[in-house]
């Protein structure tokens, strides 16, 4: 069983930072980031891959987000760079396990004005 302890989120004018964390317990192979805007699809953010440290990001993200994680604390964090009001949205952390299960966290708001 994978228990996941989110962290970070909150309200920030257009350009600014944030930053999430992730903590998790259990044999995680894949930790990441997804988001839900309101009325449509949640969409992966980022990944990483955690035994490798290999990274995966949307499109949109690209050149603005990093994902990292430390391993000795099963942690994986999510820093939001020159964010967007179209970054806004409910992020999910997400965790898969070498059998392919997954968990989901409860979900962290992160608001954008412009």
């Known amino acids: 069983q994978v228990q996941l302890v989110e962290s970070g989120g909150g309200l920030v004018q257009a350009g600014g930072s944030l930053r999430l964390s992730c903590a998790g317990s259990g044999s995680i192979n894949v930790m990441g980031w997804y988001r839900q805007a309101p009325g449509k699809q949640r969409e992966l953010v980022a990944n990483?891959?955690?035994?490798?440290?290999?990274?995966n990001y949307a499109d949109s993200v690209k050149g603005r987000f990093t994902i990292s994680r430390d391993n000795a604390k099963n942690t994986v964090f999510l820093q939001m760079n020159s964010l967007k009001p179209e970054d806004t949205g409910v992020y999910y952390c997400?965790?898969?396990?070498?059998?392919?299960?997954?968990?989901w966290g409860q979900g962290t708001q992160v608001t954008v004005s412009s």
């Open positions: 997400n965790a898969q396990t070498y059998t392919r299960r997954q968990y």
């Open positions: 990483i891959i955690i035994s490798v440290g290999m990274t």
